[in-house]
């Protein structure tokens, strides 16, 4: 399963110039030949590694690299670089 | 009070209970501190709440942001993350976070269990809930990120219960309180609602779906759950053989012995009950007649509405082959309009271990996952890929109680497979029979 | 403050971690009158408003008392609940899914006392705290949302204008004089938390106009390739525009796309949405979610906007009170609202309630609004 996690997390870093969350959706599209579920185990698992982590909007959710984002900063106090 | 309220003051009258003033009520339990806690977030957090909600009032806007803060460790869901944006005037609410907590199928609680809840809440939180949310949960309104997973570890460790869902995932399924306390019950809600929370805990906890997805368990037709308008997946209770009918507590309701509708209109004098004209002439399919002596049911006919049970409970009651029907895509209007739930299955003997329950609802994951859009619910993606695409998913075979009427186009396309020698046509034999 | 440890320590945060084990089984805090007789009832019957008496094959009556609760509950009220039920239930109590609380007993004197009891308990302002009622022919408990008090997103509040409204219906919550239930509810945006479309009467906090941009801030605050895709609309793109002579990255809306769904502001919260003028509440009458008699239905818009007026709303309370009223006085017996309106012709409701139809009333979203237009010679002058 290390390859499948690297391929996820080149994913998130060749995309984070742009944006720094996705979709469960996007990652299936990077593994065409496996069924959802297993792309969700392999993403569940970076998650419990601590590399990947869940973004809300309430309603739906996203996949992030943990630290990454403008939001983080400014969600625990800090204000953002001007 | 930290702060003057006089908008919200005015809340405090009239007779309804005010919410102000049990914010009051709160805010003065945590000045006073009668248990002498260590507050893990500020003591005057209900304070500044009020003082913020009277600023609302004064703008009539909202001083509230969203943050993108989801859960425990490993969990996608179950926390709401809330920052107020006056956090210098009201720094007791400047992080603000809602955590959903699992509740017991039907709602019912030892006190036992709700001051446990009610001792964690008191130290690691503002102390304001809701009782419930619209989903089902438990709601812990307010606390700040590093409260989270010690919230979480007391309430696993110490009270074992979890959190419930939000975002992309399965939320808390909810059940009405079925055959705890309701004849009307045609299966056991509570149990299967139980069931399938704990057999689909990763779905719950670990968002992997194009949007939200809620089940609800109505174990009647009359639908206190509200499952057909609320839920992607609704399950009604209903039979297939006949109403029972007791013929001598018909004629005690005929008579006045018995008050009509369980006593549900006793408030005004809707004059003596009559039987025709408020059950048999009501009766949506004109299945049921009165001598005068008997009630007759053709049962046959019956849609199984509940009036005529709901109006003469101690003289009818719900058959006894008892199972449920299934209907699906039910969602609130954004954005292509609200669905009510469109009939999928008319009957599913709901029984241990639901297996065939779980079939549907897992063919119905399978394809919603590989072929909804983001923010998708089902409800949209049956309507974008039609009903039959559904049926397909979940073979079963169309039936003429799948629509209110058949369709009034000729639109139709049928599958290659459906034609005699599929699309490919022979050319050559077709101008053998006709010049170009 | 010192921070006092659960036992979690997040250095190692899965050691001895607890997860997916979901709620407490359902009959695990059941009183013992429901667990002996589970599955077993025969008939209900409403004694009197908020007091309903279930009786089971066994000949055992359950005596449940229902009051209504704020749904915004503080554990102070959750803890006189639990003193309310541990004097006298046995330390059991539940809620209905309209914020209701039952306590349930088997002992007629008993659920009488406690009715007493409840009745008797008021906030030092005056209002009641557990006011029993909420049965039958009546006005239940309004299912709501967070409004000004925890959402982002609202258009107006929702613990207040439940609390006025109430105020105004107080007595049909008390009493079963009504033609049939009538469900209140209340959403404070069009996204319905609430899930307010299927209520006999829905009050629905709506915007009216789209998102100020925040261009200094925008880039800095958002990624904003994410509340472009957040819109369902396609109303939100990406653009550069010119501020305070620099070149910035920012966002445009396409404005008669938008449609106040405030996705995009809870991605990005430089595109603030809420104003004072712009928000207020619609009104939807006659939806229902019961299969008796007739289909389950939608309710639909009667009054396109009232503004908000705090703290206490009276235009929308009288409205509201004026709609009560002259379903009260029409429709017949067992008549939901919406059965009454459709009987009687939506013109006739517009008459006999005095509301006045607006073209706002008029459906052009999308396909549906079609089928709502009329197609027949058939009215009335």
Redesign the interface.
């Given at each position: 399963m290390a390859d499948e996690k690297e391929i996820i997390v080149e994913y998130f870093k060749s995309k984070a110039k742009t944006k720094t969350k996705h979709y469960f959706k996007d990652f299936l599209e990077l593994f065409p030949d496996k069924k959802p579920r297993e792309v969700k185990k392999i993403l569940s698992d970076l998650v419990k590694e601590g590399v990947v982590d869940y973004w809300s909007s309430g309603s739906t959710t996203m996949y992030g690299l943990k630290g990454l984002g403008k939001q983080e900063e400014v969600e625990e106090g800090e204000q953002p670089k001007d | 009070m930290k702060f003057e309220t006089p908008l919200l003051d005015q809340l405090e009258q009239g007779p309804w209970p005010s919410v102000v003033s049990d914010i009051k009520q709160e805010a003065a339990h945590r000045a006073a501190n009668p248990d002498g806690l260590d507050y893990q977030i500020p003591q005057d957090c209900c304070e500044d709440l009020l003082g913020l909600l009277e600023l609302s009032y004064k703008d009539m806007e909202t001083h509230w942001k969203h943050g993108g803060i989801v859960g425990v460790f490993g969990y996608g869901g179950g926390v709401i993350g809330r920052y107020c944006d006056q956090p210098e005037m009201f720094p007791g609410v400047a992080h603000f976070h809602t955590m959903r907590v699992a509740q017991p199928s039907g709602k019912f609680y030892s006190t036992k269990f709700l001051r446990q809840l009610c001792d964690i809440w008191d130290l690691r939180g503002s102390g304001l809930t809701n009782m419930h949310g619209s989903t089902g949960d438990i709601v812990l309104i307010g606390t700040t990120t590093p409260q989270l997973e010690e919230v979480f570890y007391q309430l696993t460790h110490e009270m074992n219960n979890d959190l419930g869902g939000s975002g992309s995932n399965l939320r808390t399924p909810a059940a009405c309180m079925g055959m705890s306390r309701c004849e009307y019950a045609c299966y056991n809600t509570q149990d299967v609602c139980y069931q399938l929370t704990e057999d689909y805990q990763d779905e719950l906890h670990r968002p992997a779906f194009p949007y939200k997805f809620k089940f609800k368990f109505d174990g009647c037709p009359n639908g206190c759950v509200c499952a057909m308008a609320r839920s992607d997946f609704a399950v009604v209770g209903t039979w297939r053989d006949d109403i029972k009918i007791d013929q001598d507590a018909v004629k005690a309701y005929v008579g006045g012995e018995y008050t009509p509708n369980a006593g549900a209109h006793s408030g005004r004098d809707w004059g003596k009950f009559d039987i025709q004209a408020e059950v048999i002439d009501r009766c949506p399919s004109h299945c049921m007649s009165w001598d005068g002596q008997k009630l007759t049911i053709d049962n046959a006919n019956c849609v199984r509405c509940m009036h005529c049970i709901d109006t003469m409970p101690r003289a009818l009651r719900i058959g006894d082959d008892r199972g449920a029907s299934v209907l699906c895509g039910a969602k609130a209007p954004v954005v292509d309009g609200a669905q009510m739930g469109s009939l999928l299955v008319p009957f599913v003997k709901v029984e241990q271990p639901y297996d065939e329950l779980k079939e549907i609802i897992e063919n119905i994951w399978d394809w919603w996952i590989e072929e909804g859009k983001n923010r998708e619910r089902l409800g949209e993606l049956m309507k974008r890929a039609s009903f039959q695409k559904l049926l397909e998913v979940t073979n079963t075979e169309a039936q003429a109680f799948h629509v209110k009427e058949p369709r009034n186009n000729p639109y139709i396309f049928f599958k290659e497979d459906e034609v005699p020698g599929g699309f490919k046509r022979d050319l050559a034999d077709y101008r053998s029979r006709h010049q170009r | 403050?010192?921070?006092?440890?659960?036992?979690?320590n997040?250095q190692k945060?899965?050691e001895?971690?607890?997860?997916?084990?979901?709620?407490?089984?359902?009959?695990?805090?059941?009183?013992p009158i429901?667990a002996k007789n589970?599955?077993k009832?025969?008939?209900?019957?409403?004694?009197?408003?908020g007091l309903l008496m279930?009786v089971a094959e066994s000949g055992d009556k359950?005596y449940?008392v229902r009051c209504?609760?704020?749904?915004?509950?503080?554990?102070?009220?959750?803890?006189e609940?639990?003193d309310i039920?541990?004097k006298y239930t046995g330390?059991?109590?539940?809620?209905?899914?309209r914020?209701n609380?039952e306590f349930?007993t088997d002992n007629l004197e008993t659920a009488k006392a406690l009715k007493a009891d409840l009745d008797s308990r008021k906030?030092?302002?005056?209002?009641?705290?557990?006011?029993v009622g909420g049965?039958?022919?009546?006005i239940s408990n309004p299912?709501h949302?967070?409004?000004?008090?925890?959402?982002?997103?609202?258009a107006t509040?929702s613990?207040?204008p439940?609390?006025?409204v109430?105020?105004a219906l107080?007595d049909e919550?008390k009493?079963?004089?009504?033609p049939a239930?009538v469900r209140v509810s209340l959403a404070c945006c069009?996204?319905?938390?609430?899930?307010v479309?299927?209520s006999d009467i829905g009050l629905v906090g709506i915007h009216r106009k789209p998102p100020m941009i925040d261009h200094k801030?925008a880039d800095?605050?958002?990624?904003i390739?994410?509340a472009v895709?957040?819109c369902?609309?396609a109303a939100v793109r990406p653009t550069k525009v010119e501020f305070e002579g620099q070149k910035v990255n920012s966002i445009a809306i396409k404005e008669d796309r938008y449609?106040y769904?405030g996705?995009c502001?809870?991605?990005c919260?430089a595109l603030p949405i809420?104003?004072?003028e712009g928000?207020g509440i619609a009104i939807m009458v006659g939806?229902k979610?019961?299969?008796?008699?007739?289909f389950?239905?939608?309710s639909k818009v009667v009054v396109a906007y009232i503004p908000?007026e705090?703290?206490?709303w009276p235009t929308l309370t009288a409205t509201v009170r004026k709609i009560v009223d002259t379903y009260a006085q029409h429709a017949r017996?067992?008549e939901r609202l919406g059965d009454w309106a459709e009987r009687i012709g939506w013109q006739d409701f517009f008459k006999l309630t005095g509301l006045k139809f607006t073209h706002h009333l008029i459906d052009d979203?999308?396909d549906?609004a079609y089928y709502t237009w009329r197609q027949s010679t058939q009215f009335k002058f």
């Open positions: - | - | 403050m010192a921070f006092i440890s659960s036992g979690y997040p945060p899965m001895g971690r607890i997860t997916d084990i979901g709620p407490h089984k359902y009959d695990s805090m059941f009183p429901i589970f599955g009832w025969l008939y209900h019957e409403i004694l009197e408003p279930h359950a449940t209504a609760g704020s749904r915004t509950m503080s554990i102070t009220a959750v803890r609940v639990c039920a541990d330390g059991f109590v539940r809620w209905t899914t914020n609380i349930i906030f030092a302002a005056g209002a009641y705290k557990f006011p049965t039958g022919a009546g299912v949302t967070q409004g000004w008090l925890h959402c982002h997103t609202p509040d613990t207040g439940v609390k006025v109430m105020d107080f919550f009493n079963m004089r009504l239930p069009i996204n319905m938390c609430g899930a479309h299927c801030w800095k605050l958002c990624e390739p994410l895709a957040a369902p609309m449609m769904c996705n502001y809870t991605m919260p809420a104003d004072k928000d939806g979610v019961s299969n008796r008699m007739t389950p239905k939608f908000n705090p703290p206490r017996k067992y979203f999308r549906p």
